[in-house]
């Protein structure tokens, strides 16, 4: 099933911004789509990764470690189960 341009154009937009490591550019731009810090860091994958290890894999730790907390600490999320939403493009 193919995503909706608008909701795939919002995703990247969210993937390259925790990719930039500012983490005002990616709160922006969830907020600009609506979208929860909690359930991007648990749904979204950028190019094949979590969004949190997409982050991190290019030197943007402040905006993985926003994430990673948004997460929060004692809960048991079982992130297998958990639905995905994958999205890839060029950077």
């Given at each position: 099933?193919?995503?909706d341009k608008q909701v795939e154009r919002a995703l990247?937009?969210?993937c390259k911004s925790a990719a930039s490591n500012k983490p005002i550019r990616m709160?922006?731009?969830m907020?600009?789509?609506n979208l929860s810090t909690h359930d991007v860091a648990?749904?979204?994958?950028?190019n094949g990764d979590d969004i949190i290890t997409f982050a991190e894999?290019?030197?943007?730790?402040k905006t993985a470690s926003r994430l990673q907390n948004s997460i929060g600490g004692v809960e048991i999320i079982?992130?297998?189960k958990a639905d995905k939403i994958y999205v890839n493009f060029i950077e």
């Open positions: 099933m193919a995503m990247i937009k969210v709160k922006v731009a907020e600009d789509y648990l749904k979204v994958m950028c894999t290019r030197g943007a730790y079982d992130v297998a």
